[in-house]
């Protein structure tokens, strides 16, 4: 009682500790708004920056859990940073590990059946965007309140830009009694393969209650892993003993694939796809409350004209020498997670253009202020529906600049709807596209006039 709540940028009251590493702490948190329940967890910048590894392994995690959205995969909300902390706000998660259950004693084959499905669901869509989890366990498989997988701590994860291209991985890292017996001999490895034989171990644990392969000795537990013996209990049922002798195959060009799973009658019983994550239309409608809570202290702002936008932030966001936000960003080597273009045109000409564009390309606008839209598209994805920003900032009297920006969907689709339908059809009020070469000797002629001044 009377004790001051810590409210995290205006927008998550924080709670109790929830656990804590060598360079992280995750706290319970709600939303002020939705009352959603969160996990926040809180990284010391000065302790990242000191470990090279460190601030790579945490620029991949971003990178990778933004690109896997999935309802049986743990939800990375936004990130958010202070000048000494990085904050992941996550999906709250609240049934604890799977491990917790599995050492009560072996699942009944209904229920291992349903995690199996659940995990080889997420699993396949990571892979299908170049990310491979390569710690597949029971304790990075959490429980949600009504009982249904997601799978957390992408740590060690590898990402692959073109998954399709093939490419071998080569860093030995997982649990070693969870590891493929290629990753252990420390040769080049297909990373799907290998997480294929972590989920043929976690399928004999949910359904045995032990591992299938375990020793004292280290050296000998290899030897097991490298040869494939196990021993099947006689409680599996003939068609589990089959679909787990085609999962722990040793030799990885043997190994049944995620489609040849998907075809097995034992698994394909009761099964449905998860679909990735779509925008609801009543988060849709919630964008503008959204951003009021958000804290916009770089922008001075009217509510009759767009922001202004000084000359060190234009020239940090054109130039890559000061762009740091790909560590907070999906920044892909295609440019995908962003464009911008200059105009001539005023903000209210440019902004009623886009309105009537998203229109006629089917999709929904959401005016979230005045220079702001939230564009949503009119058809499902693999990844749920395309919604894109679009926001005018103002950087001299006769000079705005342009933010389209992918907020969800997949990238494939928004670099059609951009270079196809939004380009072309924006080409009577653009100056210059980002990269085009003028923005180079627009930042030289604002850094030296009026716009640096704001």
């Known amino acids: 009682m009377g004790e001051d709540k810590k409210i995290l940028f205006g927008k998550y009251e924080m709670g109790k500790l929830l656990g804590k590493g060598n360079f992280a702490k995750v706290y319970y948190a709600k939303h002020l708004i939705t009352n959603e329940c969160v996990a926040i967890k809180v990284i010391k910048k000065d302790q ?37 902390k990085i904050f992941f706000v996550m999906e709250y998660v609240r049934g604890g590990e799977l491990f917790a259950k599995v050492a009560l004693g072996r699942l009944k084959e209904d229920a291992a059946r349903k995690y199996f499905q659940q995990l080889i669901s997420a699993v396949d869509f990571c892979h299908s965007r170049g990310v491979f989890h390569r710690d597949i366990k029971p304790e990075n498989l959490l429980l949600d309140e009504n009982e249904d997988l997601k799978v957390s701590d992408f740590g060690l994860s590898a990402l692959h830009d073109h998954p399709n291209k093939g490419g071998l991985l080569h ?22 393969k290998a997480d294929i034989w972590s989920c043929g171990v976690v399928l004999y644990v949910l359904l045995a209650g032990f ?49 040849g799973i998907m075809r097995v009658p034992w698994f394909s019983k009761g099964f449905k796809r998860a679909r990735a994550f779509s ?25 009759s004209s767009p922001a202004l936008l000084n000359a060190f932030q234009l020239i940090s966001s ?22 911008k273009f200059t105009s001539r045109s005023s903000a209210r000409v440019i902004i009623k253009k886009i309105e009537i564009l998203a229109n ?16 949503l598209g009119p058809t499902e994805g693999r990844k749920g529906r395309l919604s894109v920003t679009a926001e005018v900032f103002k950087v001299a009297p006769e000079v705005t600049v342009v933010e389209f920006s992918k907020f969800s969907g997949d990238t494939l689709e928004y ?11 924006l080409k009577d009020v653009v100056w210059t596209w980002q990269g085009d070469g003028v923005f180079d000797q627009l930042d030289y002629k604002i850094g030296g006039g009026e716009c640096s001044k704001q």
């Not at 030995?172 to 420390?186: D, H, K, N, S």
């Not at 599996?236 to 694939?257: E, H, N, Q, W, Y």
């Not at 006629?360 to 564009?375: E, S």
């Open 48 to 84: 990242v920056i000191k470990d090279e590894r460190m601030m790579e392994q945490i620029i991949r995690e971003i990178s990778v859990m933004r690109l896997v959205r999935h309802p049986n995969i743990v939800e990375l909300k936004e990130v958010m940073a202070t000048r000494s």
């Open 279 to 303: 925008m609801q239309e009543s988060i849709f409608e919630k964008f503008d409350e959204e951003e009021k809570l958000r804290h916009h202290d770089t922008f001075k702002k009217s509510p």
């Open 360 to 375: 006629k390309f089917g999709f929904k606008v959401a005016r979230i202020k005045d220079f702001k839209l939230r564009l």
């Open 171 to 192: 860093t030995q890292c997982g649990t070693p009694a969870y590891i493929a017996p290629e990753v252990l001999r420390m040769k080049g490895y297909d990373g799907s």
């Open 415 to 425: 670099i059609k709807f951009r270079e196809e339908d939004i380009r072309p059809a």
């Open 318 to 339: 054109m130039s890559a020498g000061f762009d740091l936000s790909n560590m907070f960003e999906d920044k892909r080597k295609d440019g995908s997670a962003g464009s």
């Open 211 to 259: 591992l299938p392969f375990q020793d004292e000795n280290f050296m000998l537990m290899c030897r097991k892993i490298f040869k494939a013996e196990y021993e099947i209990p006689p409680w599996f049922s003939t068609d589990s003993k089959r679909l787990v002798s085609k999962l722990l195959m040793a030799d990885p060009g043997k190994r049944i694939s995620i489609p």
